[in-house]
């Protein structure tokens, strides 16, 4: 028949055997059979792909975030686990590539209203910053560890007292270090005898006497040695042995994480850069995790970042990390390795951050499937009670499975320093030879607020 | 064998006065502080302590006691942007405490681990008034004939007369004054934690003990009625219930039975909560007690912030 479009052949009401009514308004007539899709319990690729997307279909349906990271960590198979503070030869580089993260040296720049103006003459001027006028005296090399008037400063409100917070610094440190008396350490425990307490000194007077510059410090949470945990897939390998064997498997990854102390806020901190930035490349490594070395084993899939979904400080700001002894400098020094001690804060400080950040991106209802919509950011420093380094760390993306991480062309950053010391010794009540610098960038870090606050 | 406050009492020359004294009820009544946001924040602690700390159902005991004192202590630390000589606070962990006194030619000694001791640079002043402190002279301690006063005291050979908080802390040090000791009852089985009793007597021999090492070292070894008593406070709960206690030294002359007393201000037994339901408590389909904190008392985080700031507001 020819193509004329709809025409009316015949009356209403007579039909015509073999013909139906072109463009008839009848209702589109359902199908007569099921859709023709792959089985769900074959043993073929696309009964695989179709289960997975029936369970990822049924992640995206769960109802509250709990449910949704019960299903997510609900299947159990051997896993590697990946320790942030880890002897491991170079484990910073592999841990990039593990978690797709590019690392840029030094602290992001951040805007000028957001910095402290500091009230020492004598700190380092950074951009956008005229110093302080008002006559202070420059800074000693030594500093006596009783309680030092705090230097006065001419309209001191908005600036922040570093002769202040230095004073609480010392004291805290001497308090530790010098004045209680305690037993003798343990055997190999001396980060608990002395930098352990020092740091948790440290800390809680600083963010308490910060408080009322930053206001998301005053509604804080502090926790003391919470637990962080993540899991998740990356990559792809052939099942070596057992049962199962010859099956492709994705790369399971756990992260099982015991800062020192940690500060969760109700709000999030602002993107550091945009979230489709480029900023470098993440390393790539062909071998397989188990020659880092790394180490398989089966146990609960964990999601936490220090506290339960239902705690109203779900964001993370920062994070604070003690290196154990079996870590310390004089032992990479003695086994000549002095290049690595560097990379012992830097794993740390990826690893960690990188569980933390996408353990808050999981309570906020994104994963590998669902990407994150915005960054998510934070901070941690890493110290071995002397020598600090300072870590920030912005998520871009949780995409980072087999499927997931052709289509996504974000990388994770992460800032970092090197590590500094925040004194020379410790002598007869006397702390010689402290550092403004490490305290202005711990200031800085508790200081950093969103911008509506 | 009977409560141990009063013997307690007796070993420690003091009178008691039930509630806490005036001056830390004048700072929960000052308005200013702001109070009512605390009680939120407050609430969300002991939340965060009891039910959302751990990867299990339930935390225990042994780390939500402490938890929740550190959540608490943070609360109160951050008052020091309103009050800023609160940063002349430190808070020392583990210290040991030994003091020794004569009571009627019974020679006594307080030593151990008192908890955590929270030192601050100037002294708590006065709470009581002199009128107050004369009065004590006709108060007449309460004995416990025939039993002898020093019952359940283990009794040990001692060789070296300890005497100073100076043990815990050298020369020097500027956070001289002990302001507040807290004891935290964490065992998880109940028959090793001490029973409010108990632990209201430990909590006064221990503040006895710093208040004496600290007038000792200010005051010299004589013993004689101080001009300035010392005033050391002391908190002690187990998670839930709490003690508060204010402890006024005003002589150190025990050996005799007469004479000028010390003072001691208790509020025993003050409930943070009623229940902390982890998972909701179902009877035949239905919740009788749905999951949270139920009962929460403002009034005792109060006293907790008044006590953490008496002797700089």
Redesign the interface.
């Known amino acids: 028949m020819a193509a004329l479009g709809p025409r009316r052949l015949l009356p209403p009401g007579r039909r015509w055997f073999s013909q139906t009514v072109p463009g008839a308004p009848s209702p589109p007539a359902s199908p007569l059979y099921p859709p023709v899709v792959a089985s769900i319990t074959a043993k073929s690729k696309a009964a695989k792909s179709r289960r997975l997307q029936r369970f990822n279909q049924r992640v995206h349906a769960a109802a509250t975030v709990e449910e949704k990271l019960r299903l997510y960590g609900k299947l159990q198979r051997p896993k590697y686990m990946v320790y942030p503070q880890t002897f491991a030869l170079n484990a910073d580089r592999w841990y990039r590539s593990f978690t797709k993260t590019v690392l840029v040296p030094g602290m992001p720049p951040r805007a000028g209203a957001t910095k402290p103006p500091v009230a020492a003459a004598g700190a380092t001027p950074e951009t956008g910053r005229a110093p302080e006028p008002g006559a202070e005296a420059p800074r000693d090399a030594e500093v006596p560890g ?2 030092k008037t705090p230097e006065p400063a001419a309209g001191a409100t908005p600036y922040v007292d570093i002769g ?1 917070l230095r004073s ?1 610094a010392c ?2 440190l001497l ?1 530790e270090s ?5 037993k003798r350490p343990f055997l190999y425990r001396d980060q608990d005898h002395t930098p352990g ?1 020092f740091l948790t ?1 440290l800390v ?2 600083l ?3 910060l ?2 510059r930053n206001p998301l ?3 804080s ?4 040695n ?2 962080v ?1 993540y899991y998740w897939h990356h990559g792809k390998e052939v099942v070596v042995h057992g049962h199962r064997k010859g099956r492709v498997d994705p790369v399971r990854f756990q992260i099982d994480d015991n800062p020192h102390l940690q500060i969760r806020v109700p709000k999030q901190l602002p993107e550091v850069v945009p979230l489709e930035s480029d900023l470098g490349d993440v390393p790539v490594i062909d071998h397989k995790p188990s020659k880092l070395p790394l180490f398989k084993k089966q146990y609960e899939n ?1 999601v ?1 970042i220090g ?2 979904v ?4 779900c964001y993370g700001h920062t994070q604070f990390h003690l290196l154990p002894d079996r870590l310390k400098r004089e032992r990479f020094i003695r086994e000549r390795l002095e290049d690595q001690i560097e990379v012992v804060y830097r794993s740390n400080g990826i690893a960690s951050l990188f569980a933390w950040t996408a353990a808050q991106a999981m309570y906020q209802g994104f994963w590998s499937e669902a990407d994150v919509t915005r960054p998510f950011v934070s901070q941690a420093v890493v110290t071995d009670g002397k020598y600090f380094a300072f870590f920030c760390y912005q998520l871009n993306t949780l995409a980072l499975t087999e499927e997931t991480i052709k289509n996504s062309p974000r990388k994770n950053i992460c800032w970092g320093t090197d590590s500094k010391p925040l004194y020379d010794v410790v002598e007869d ?1 006397n702390v010689k030879g402290f550092n403004d610098e490490v305290l202005l960038q711990l200031v800085r870090f508790l200081l950093n607020r969103p911008k509506e606050l | 064998v009977f409560p141990g406050v009063r013997q307690a009492q007796w070993l420690t020359k003091t009178k008691l006065v039930e509630g806490l004294p005036p001056a830390v009820q004048g700072i929960m009544d000052n308005a200013a502080l702001g109070l009512q946001e605390l009680e939120e924040r407050a609430k969300h602690v002991v939340a965060h302590a009891r039910l959302w700390d751990t990867t299990e159902v339930a935390p225990r005991r042994e780390r939500y006691c402490p938890m929740l004192f550190e959540n608490l202590i943070h609360i109160c630390r951050l008052m020091s942007g309103k009050y800023p000589s609160l940063s002349k606070r430190m808070l020392a962990r583990n210290c040991r405490i030994a003091a020794t006194w004569e009571r009627e030619s019974i020679l006594l000694q307080v030593r151990g681990l008192s908890g955590i001791l929270m030192n601050s640079m100037t002294p708590i002043p006065p709470v009581a008034s002199k009128e107050e402190i004369l009065a004590t002279k006709e108060h007449v301690l309460e004995t416990f004939y025939p039993i002898a006063p020093t019952i359940d005291l283990q009794e040990v050979n001692v060789y070296k007369e300890l005497n100073d908080t100076g043990q815990c802390f050298r020369d020097g040090y500027p956070y001289s004054h002990p302001h507040t000791l807290f004891f935290l009852e964490s065992a998880n089985v109940r028959t090793d934690r001490f029973r409010p009793e108990q632990l209201r007597a430990k909590m006064l021999m221990f503040a006895f003990g710093n208040a004496l090492a600290k007038a000792r070292v200010l005051h010299g070894n004589d013993p004689k009625v101080l001009e300035e008593p010392v005033v050391v406070q002391s908190i002690g709960t187990d998670g839930q219930l709490f003690q508060f206690m204010v402890f006024q030294l005003n002589t150190t002359d025990l050996v005799s039975n007469d004479g000028i007393k010390n003072l001691v201000w208790i509020d025993s037994d003050q409930n943070l909560y009623e229940r902390a339901q982890c998972v909701p408590e179902v009877k035949k389909r239905v919740v009788t007690k749905p999951a949270g904190i139920s009962g929460f008392q403002p009034d005792t985080f109060k006293k907790f912030l008044a006590l953490y700031l008496h002797g700089t507001v």
């Not at chain 1, 010098?178 to 305690?182: G, I, L, P």
């Not at chain 1, 949470?221 to 003391?224: C, E, I, Q």
């Open positions: 009783a309680a202040e609480l004291d805290a308090q010098f004045y209680q008396n305690k307490p000194q809680s007077t963010a308490a006497s408080s009322c410090l005053a509604v949470s502090l926790d003391l919470p637990e945990n964990k936490f506290s339960k239902a705690d109203p400080c009540g």
